[in-house]
């Protein structure tokens, strides 16, 4: 057993103390990615463990209830309970007795600002960017050039200058970006899990 000690006494490391088969453990991380995460807010450290803020939705206290059970039999020493919040529609999620930097809540990342997630999105954006300027400011002229004749197409030729391809891949990026912010998370529906959250 992994324990770590502070003022506040000792504190365990849940995948320390877990009490599952490493079958098991998967499917458990897999409901818990799946049905509790995408909820998270925030976490932090309490005086003897861990919380975190949820955003409330229905359906929402009945799968902590699930998962507070299931905990209960993979790792009695940690006690999960849920609180009251202080926010309006959200929910409160506390373990106690738990190290707060045990590594494996580092898979709570929490849903508005969670670095890969984001990191993700710029990734995206930047890409939608690169390509909106290669057909506005590249594939578009010459197109028009090949069906309607230079001289035709001569207004569109202009296209081509560096701070116009810059200017359409920051604003169709800037774009993207947007819209991949304001899209909400979807997430499958697995089987029920066989237990909860820390394993």
Request: aromatic residues 4%; contains cysteine.
């Amino acid at each position: 057993m992994t324990t770590q000690s502070d003022t506040s006494g000792a504190r365990l490391d849940p995948a320390a103390i877990c009490t599952l088969p490493p079958s098991e453990i998967g499917e458990r991380l897999r409901w818990i990615r799946n049905e509790i995460l995408p909820h998270a807010i925030r976490s932090e450290p309490i005086e003897d463990g861990i919380a975190w803020e949820l955003a409330d939705e229905p359906g929402l206290a009945a799968k902590l209830d699930r998962l507070i059970e299931l905990e209960r039999t993979c790792c009695s020493e940690i006690a999960f309970e849920q609180a009251p919040s202080t926010t309006p529609g959200q929910r409160r999620l506390e373990a106690h007795g738990a190290d707060p930097n045990a590594a494996i809540f580092k898979l709570s990342g929490e849903a508005p600002g969670e670095p890969a997630r984001l990191g993700r999105q710029l990734a995206k954006a930047s890409g939608w960017g690169a390509l909106t300027a290669l057909l506005v400011c590249c594939l578009l002229p010459i197109g028009l050039v090949a069906l309607l004749g230079a001289a035709a197409a001569a207004p569109f030729t202009g296209l081509d200058q560096p701070l116009f391809i810059i200017a359409i891949a920051a604003l169709s990026g800037a774009a993207a970006f947007a819209w991949q912010r304001r899209k909400p998370k979807t997430s499958p529906r697995p089987s029920a899990p066989s237990c909860g959250l820390d394993c």
